[in-house]
């Protein structure tokens, strides 16, 4: 049971280059979410998924794209990549959305744009 | 608007003295109170859910209390493997997004 995965664990990109964060879960949850996380800044929700099918914007949306693939998966994409997108990303998921369940992390991609 | 502030930002103890960390909230109703730990270069993992006010819940050196308007996690006889960065988070009852607002965390460093 690995629980919530993600690759790459780290990534170097330039100014305008694309690429895609690969999440996936393996606790038969329902919702899915993928974080950034900066240097006094918390953790900020960039998108969410409630379901397979559905996805909703979070707080930091832009300059991000999201699917859910499956109800195992939910990807990232940065269509082209900023300084300002230089972050910590984090996929959590959640048995869904009836009730209050915790968050369950991923171990993280680390991420630089030069 | 919903927020979640933590103080203080960081935290050094001596190995057994005893300290809390504190986590203020405002939210529109509060659905669940969240305590997570973070190592470094790692995820965020899961401590406690404290759902209304009054609530203790315990694990090991570790007690997290709920009131209105703030939370406590009270660290007893603190050792060196209890340093990280602790994250506070809540979970409001408006919008049933499942959607979590976290505080900045407190970074906590346990000298021997």
């Known amino acids: 049971n690995a629980g919530v995965t993600q690759t790459p664990k780290f990534q170097v990109l330039k100014t305008g280059q694309s690429m895609t964060l690969q999440c996936a879960q393996d606790?038969?949850?329902?919702?899915m979410y993928w974080y950034r996380q900066d240097p006094g800044m918390g953790l900020r929700l960039i998108y969410y998924?409630?379901?397979?099918?559905?996805?909703d914007k979070g707080e930091v949306p832009n300059g991000y794209n999201v699917s859910r693939l499956n109800k195992r998966e939910f990807s990232l994409r940065l269509e082209s990549a900023a300084p300002s997108q230089t972050s910590v990303y984090f996929c959590a998921s959640t048995p869904g959305l009836a009730g209050t369940y915790e968050q369950y992390f991923g171990p993280g991609t680390r991420l630089t744009v030069t | 608007e919903d927020q979640v502030t933590q103080s203080p930002e960081a935290l050094r103890l001596q190995e057994g003295e005893s300290s809390s960390l504190n986590c203020s909230y405002t939210v529109s109703g509060l659905r669940g109170l969240f305590w997570y730990r973070q190592d470094p270069g790692k995820g965020p993992e899961f401590l406690f859910t404290l759902y209304s006010a009054g609530e203790e819940k315990e694990k090991e050196r570790l007690k997290a209390t709920l009131t209105k308007k703030e939370s406590f996690l009270h660290i007893t006889a603190p050792k060196p493997e209890d340093s990280a960065t602790y994250l506070c988070a809540v979970q409001a009852r408006s919008g049933n997004t499942g959607k979590l607002i976290f505080g900045q965390g407190t970074t906590l460093q346990v000298k021997p």
């Open positions: 998924s409630a379901s397979e099918g559905t996805t």
């Open positions: 606790m038969n949850h329902n919702s």
